[in-house]
């Protein structure tokens, strides 16, 4: 079975701060892994994903997440947290198979910025 | 760019009353996911579809849920009788059908209906 772990369900940071959360997953085969963020009463927008090719992954709005086999670990950063990087963000991890796509997601992690 | 788009954005209604919500995936799309996204966790698969076929509805309750997708295009999701535990969002979203058959791996998630039961 596969599953996600969040680790902090509530992070702060101050503008131009780094960004970072973590993300582990538990997966029996190679996994997709996704962030995805959320504004309030809205629904998710993917800001990356990795999908076996390149373990650093570059995503939108200057997010990236690196992919480590060995810590089965997914976490996402930024360089500097900007205001509009407040939201509500998830850890996803999909397995491919002939009807794919089911996303397991993450309990979720609330980003804070501090001016 | 093209969007998936869900009616109602909210519902307010009373246990025992039946509610449903209407998506409209993103043009071409083959694979049509229901979510539902309890207040502070992450959202989880209600069901999934495949055209018109359903594909997992492991987690749906179907004592009270159903789901269509009659011509393979959008898709309503009800509840009868709504209880008070079904107070959430409920995201749709869609993907393409790959090259090979399955479908790829971005979904594209819709605004969602906040249902509210009383």
């Known amino acids: 079975a596969q599953s996600v772990t969040q680790l902090g369900s509530h992070v702060s940071v101050s503008e131009g701060a780094l960004v970072l959360l973590r993300c582990n997953y538990s997966s029996s085969v190679p996994p997709y892994l996704f962030w995805y963020v959320q504004y309030p009463n809205q629904g998710l927008q993917l800001l990356l994903k990795y999908t076996s090719a390149a373990t650093l992954v570059k995503g939108i709005n200057g997010f990236e997440a690196e992919f480590k086999k060995s810590e089965t670990s997914f976490h996402l950063t930024k360089p500097s947290a900007h205001m509009s990087d407040a939201a509500e963000y998830f850890c996803a991890v999909s397995r491919r198979n002939s009807q794919g796509g089911k996303l397991i997601f993450g309990q979720g992690t609330e980003l804070s910025v501090k001016p | 760019e093209a969007e998936v788009a869900q009616s109602p954005r909210y519902k307010i209604t009373e246990k025992s009353q039946a509610v449903a919500f209407w998506c409209d995936p993103i043009?071409?799309?083959?694979?049509l996911y229901w979510y539902r996204q309890i207040l502070g966790q992450g959202p989880e698969l209600l069901v999934q579809?495949?055209?018109?076929?359903?594909?997992?509805d492991s987690q749906l309750p179907k004592d009270r849920f159903s789901a269509e997708r009659l011509k393979g295009v959008d898709s309503t999701l009800k509840i009868q009788p709504a209880e008070l535990g079904d107070s959430a969002m409920y995201l749709c979203?869609?993907?393409?059908?790959?090259?090979?058959?399955?479908?790829?791996?971005?979904?594209?998630f819709g605004p969602g209906t906040r249902l509210t039961v009383l």
């Open positions: 979203a869609s993907s393409h059908k790959g090259l090979a058959g399955a479908p790829t791996d971005t979904q594209y």
């Open positions: 579809f495949q055209d018109e076929s359903v594909v997992d």
């Open positions: 043009s071409g799309h083959a694979t």
